[in-house]
C-alpha cells in the first residue's frame, strides 16, 4: 500500500476515535445532546475557541483539555497527509507524463520498426496479426482481452526466416539512443519498460559482437533466438498498452498511431 495513504488511513481513524470518544464523553460529563456534544467535540478539536457554549464543569474542563492533546495534533495530521497525498498524487502524475513521452519517443524512434523486424522473425505471426488491428472502436475490455492474448502467444523465433544483418544494423545505428534512454532516471519508476529497453540493449550488444551474423552455426542461432523472443514479448505488450494510452489522452497522436501500425498490411499515413 501507498505509505501516504496508509499513513493518512491512520491519522484518519484516530482522528474519528478521538470524535466519537469526545462527544461521548461531553454527553455524559456536560449532559449534553448528541448534537451538542458532536459540536462541542469538533470545536474542540479544530481550536476555534468556544463562543456559545463551552465546558462548565471542572471534570468537563479537563476532558476538553484531555481532547484538545489528544486530537489537535491529529487533526493537523490528517490534513497535513491528505494535501501530502494530493500533491504527491500531482507529482506522480506529472512523471507519468514524462515517462509516456519518453515510451513515444522510443516507439517513434526505434520500437516501431523493431516490431515489424522481430514478427518476421515469428512463423506464428499470422494467428494473431488480426488481433493487433486496432481501431477506435476499441474500448478497455478490447485492450484487455488482446493484452491476454499476447501473454498467452507462443512466441517462436525462426532467425533463418529473416536477415539477421539488418536487424544488427538497425540496432547498431540506434545504439546511443537506446543508451541515452536508459540514463533516464524517469524510466526508474516503469518497470515493465525497463526490462524491455535492457533486453533490446543486451540483444544490440549479443549482436554487435559478431562480424558475421550471416554464417552463425545453429547452437548461436538458437541463443540469438533466445536475445529476439525476449525482446519481442515485452515490446508487443508494451506496444498494446502506449496504444492504449494514446486512445484516452491523445486522440491526435492515437490517429497517426493506428495509420502507421507495423501489423496492419494496408497502413499508410496517409489520410484517407
Not at 2 to 13: A, D, M, S, V
Not at 154 to 173: A, C, N, P, Q, W
Not at 184 to 209: D, G, I, K, M, R
Not at 258 to 272: A, G, H, Q, W, Y
Given at each position: 500500500?501507498?505509505?501516504?495513504?496508509?499513513?493518512?488511513?491512520?491519522?484518519?481513524?484516530i482522528f474519528l476515535s478521538v470524535i466519537v470518544l469526545g462527544t461521548v464523553g461531553f454527553m455524559i460529563i456536560e449532559d449534553l445532546s448528541l448534537a451538542d456534544a458532536l459540536y462541542f467535540s469538533i470545536?474542540?478539536?479544530?481550536?476555534?475557541?468556544?463562543?456559545?457554549?463551552?465546558?462548565?464543569?471542572?471534570?468537563?474542563?479537563?476532558?476538553?483539555?484531555?481532547?484538545?492533546?489528544?486530537?489537535?495534533?491529529?487533526?493537523?495530521?490528517?490534513?497535513?497527509?491528505?494535501?501530502?497525498?494530493?500533491?504527491?498524487?500531482?507529482?506522480?502524475?506529472?512523471?507519468?507524463?514524462?515517462?509516456?513521452?519518453?515510451?513515444?519517443?522510443?516507439?517513434?524512434?526505434?520500437?516501431?520498426?523493431?516490431?515489424?523486424?522481430?514478427?518476421?522473425?515469428?512463423?506464428?505471426?499470422?494467428?494473431?496479426?488480426?488481433?493487433?488491428?486496432?481501431?477506435?472502436?476499441?474500448?478497455?475490455?478490447?485492450?484487455?482481452?488482446?493484452?491476454?492474448?499476447?501473454?498467452?502467444?507462443?512466441?517462436?523465433?525462426?532467425?533463418?526466416?529473416?536477415?539477421?544483418?539488418?536487424?544488427?544494423?538497425?540496432?547498431?545505428?540506434?545504439?546511443?539512443?537506446?543508451?541515452?534512454?536508459?540514463?533516464?532516471?524517469?524510466?526508474?519508476?516503469?518497470?515493465?519498460?525497463?526490462?524491455?529497453?535492457?533486453?533490446?540493449?543486451?540483444?544490440?550488444?549479443?549482436?554487435?559482437?559478431?562480424?558475421?551474423?550471416?554464417?552463425?552455426?545453429?547452437?548461436?542461432?538458437?541463443?540469438?533466438?533466445?536475445?529476439?523472443k525476449r525482446a519481442y514479448s515485452m515490446l508487443l505488450r508494451q506496444w498494446l498498452h502506449y496504444m492504449k494510452y494514446l486512445k484516452y489522452s491523445y486522440p491526435y497522436l492515437f490517429s497517426l498511431a493506428?495509420?502507421?501500425?507495423?501489423?496492419?498490411?494496408?497502413?499508410?499515413?496517409?489520410?484517407?
Open positions: 500500500m501507498n505509505p501516504f495513504r496508509l499513513r493518512f488511513k491512520i491519522f484518519l481513524i470545536v474542540t478539536l479544530a481550536t476555534v475557541g468556544y463562543g456559545d457554549i463551552h465546558p462548565v464543569t471542572l471534570p468537563g474542563k479537563i476532558f476538553a483539555i484531555i481532547m484538545i492533546v489528544m486530537g489537535v495534533g491529529t487533526f493537523l495530521g490528517v490534513v497535513a497527509n491528505a494535501t501530502e497525498m494530493m500533491l504527491n498524487k500531482r507529482e506522480k502524475m506529472a512523471r507519468l507524463e514524462k515517462m509516456n513521452m519518453v515510451i513515444g519517443a522510443f516507439f517513434s524512434e526505434v520500437g516501431r520498426q523493431l516490431l515489424v523486424d522481430f514478427s518476421a522473425f515469428d512463423p506464428q505471426m499470422e494467428v494473431i496479426r488480426r488481433e493487433l488491428i486496432v481501431t477506435n472502436t476499441w474500448t478497455e475490455s478490447d485492450f484487455s482481452r488482446v493484452d491476454r492474448l499476447l501473454q498467452n502467444h507462443v512466441y517462436t523465433i525462426d532467425t533463418k526466416k529473416y536477415d539477421l544483418e539488418t536487424l544488427k544494423d538497425f540496432l547498431s545505428g540506434n545504439r546511443d539512443f537506446l543508451l541515452r534512454l536508459l540514463e533516464n532516471p524517469t524510466l526508474l519508476e516503469h518497470e515493465a519498460f525497463t526490462e524491455l529497453l535492457q533486453a533490446v540493449f543486451h540483444l544490440t550488444e549479443e549482436l554487435s559482437y559478431r562480424e558475421d551474423v550471416l554464417n552463425l552455426p545453429d547452437t548461436d542461432r538458437e541463443h540469438l533466438s533466445g536475445d529476439i493506428l495509420r502507421t501500425n507495423p501489423f496492419d498490411r494496408e497502413s499508410s499515413p496517409i489520410v484517407k
